[in-house]
């Protein structure tokens, strides 16, 4: 019973860090929309480019992982990753369109680095949220 009161607990936790990173997210969000607000005659595009960070770096991950560098610390064996950037000369083309644009007038710099931001969050989030499952299933196992 003590363990599953622990589990328990680490559940309780982890999930006041899920909504820690919600709200870190909503302020990224809240600086996008300084850099880029959303009567900006770009906006859907530039927005599009915000939060497709996640197909750019997932991408990135397989590519490296199939570059052979050895260094085997992803633990899901990386089948979401090939999900995620099926879609590819189109939204290459799309992000490109935007990067191209006056660094002045659409501060992509900016958001860029906000979607590294936002990328890293969302790993972070991810982690979690696999570890909850994890916890999750101890936990039926031990009330079994």
Aim: charged residues 55%; contains cysteine.
């Amino acid at each position: 019973m003590k363990e599953i009161n622990d589990i328990s607990k680490k559940l309780r936790e982890k999930k006041n860090e899920i909504d820690g990173i919600k709200s870190r997210e909503e302020e990224l969000m809240t600086k996008f929309h300084e850099l880029c607000p959303e009567g900006s005659d770009k906006y859907d595009e530039i927005r599009k480019f915000f939060e497709k960070i996640i197909k750019r770096r997932t991408k990135q991950k397989q590519v490296d992982r199939e570059a052979g560098d050895g260094d085997e610390d992803d633990e899901d064996g990386g089948a979401d990753e090939e999900e995620d950037y099926e879609e590819d000369e189109e939204d290459e083309e799309d992000e490109n369109n935007v990067v191209s644009l006056p660094q002045e007038e659409y501060k992509i710099d900016e958001i860029e680095k906000l979607r590294d931001d936002r990328m890293n969050l969302y790993d972070e989030k991810e982690k979690i949220l696999q570890f909850i499952n994890d916890l999750e299933s101890q936990r039926k196992k031990l009330e079994n």
